[in-house]
């Protein structure tokens, strides 16, 4: 590994000074980026870590949402009151990830940027278009089991990793971003990216960016009727082949008055379909307005051979998800006052 120059800023206005220079990344939980560096996947000149600053706080936005502070771990977030109270979608989505030892480390902000798992990004010896633009995707034509059906390029194959992404997706979330020159807010839609020409830019992020914060709107209306699924090769520390993050507001006649329905493991970023929830609405919460959804949220799916068993495993994921949704939402904490410890 090359030599890295090391801050560790206590104020934010030294932390965005410093990662807007040349080669400078931010570290968090270190649970991805010093993998990648590990690998001679990522090679920053300049690691600025951002844990002592204030940005770890959970707290009550006033409009009645939620604000998830950069730095606020992964497990802090899936156990706060406040979220499996209001969110408990999120929880679900964050606790079917990783191992407990990796949630207790890795942070919220951290999360949104993990890269993909393609075995050939991560194979210095292949060439692959997102780790080295222009040199090729080894994916095409090779090991697929893991990749994209959905919004796929003739660049990048590759799907997003994520579990918590897939909530905040289904959630409306919207992330703080601040940055020398001001601070903006992104919609969770427009974050992540689809790949493009352009498989090398995961997401909307400008250099030298750093999220301060994840915002949810209120959680209330969801909170009763809301699945996390994750289908996956092993029970536990594997990525999804498919997940499913399901959502619904159902009144007292039984009949869906909001729908949000995300899925992961698909594509490059959480794949949502708003006129695929709007056919939920104004329906009875069951089979055949659940398969109209399935239907249109999947149109276009299209696998690369090895992979062609997701269309119909997310299908019928994703009807299983809304069933368990409308049948309400399952309290999955086994120990509930309980913080995981290592
Ligand atoms: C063995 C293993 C299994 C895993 N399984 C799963 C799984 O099943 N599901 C799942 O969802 N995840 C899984 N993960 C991934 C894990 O969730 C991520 O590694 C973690 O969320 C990243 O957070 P971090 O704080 O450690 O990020 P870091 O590794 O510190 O950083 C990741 C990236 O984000 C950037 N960054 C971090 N914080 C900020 C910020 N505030 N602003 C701007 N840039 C920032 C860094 O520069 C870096 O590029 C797994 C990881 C491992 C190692
Ligand atoms: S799918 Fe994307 S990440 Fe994987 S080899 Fe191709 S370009 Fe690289």
């Known amino acids: 590994m090359n030599p890295v120059a090391y801050h560790a800023p206590q104020a934010s206005g030294d932390a965005l000074r410093q990662g807007a220079g040349a080669g400078a990344a931010f570290i968090a939980g270190g649970t991805n980026l010093l993998d990648l560096m590990k690998e001679g996947v990522m090679r920053p000149r300049t690691l600025v870590d951002i844990n002592s600053l204030p940005l770890d706080a959970i707290g009550l936005t006033a409009q009645g949402g939620l604000l998830l502070g950069a730095t606020a771990r992964n497990a802090d977030t899936a156990y706060h009151p406040l979220v499996r109270s209001a969110y408990p979608l999120l929880s679900a989505a964050i606790l079917a990830g990783a191992s407990p030892q990796i949630r207790n480390m890795a942070t919220d902000g951290g999360n949104l940027l993990q890269r ?5 990004f991560y194979d210095t010896a292949v060439p692959c278009n997102k780790r ?61 990216r689809l790949p493009g020409e352009h498989p090398e830019r995961d997401n ?15 959680g209330a209306p969801f909170a009763a009727h809301s699945a996390y699924l994750k289908l996956r090769d092993r ?6 082949l498919v997940s499913v993050a399901a959502a619904l507001d159902i009144g007292p006649d039984g009949i869906v008055r909001a729908a949000r329905v995300a899925l992961g493991g698909v594509a490059h970023k959480p794949w949502r379909v708003p006129a695929a929830e709007a056919l939920l609405v104004g329906r ?16 276009g799916a299209r696998g690369q051979g090895q992979n062609d068993f997701k269309i119909p495993m997310a299908r019928r994921a994703l009807v299983r998800a809304l069933e368990q949704a409308a049948a309400g939402t399952i309290d999955n904490m086994h120990a509930p006052d309980a913080r995981e410890t290592l």
């Open 235 to 240: 029970a536990s520390y594997a990525f999804a």
């Open 132 to 192: 080295l633009p222009g040199s090729g995707c080894s994916a095409i034509g090779g090991l697929t089991r893991q990749h994209a059906i959905l919004g796929a390029s003739e660049h990048c194959i590759a799907t997003h990793p994520s579990d918590m992404c897939v909530a905040l997706a289904a959630l409306d979330a919207v992330v703080h971003v601040s940055a020398r020159d001001g601070e903006r807010r992104i919609g969770f839609a427009d974050f992540h």
């Open 284 to 299: 009875s919460a069951a089979g055949a307005a659940f398969e109209a959804c399935a239907d249109l949220l999947l149109a």
């Open 204 to 218: 909307t992020l400008l250099p030298g960016e750093l999220i301060t914060a994840i915002e949810l709107p209120p």
């Open 116 to 120: 993909t798992r393609c075995h050939y």
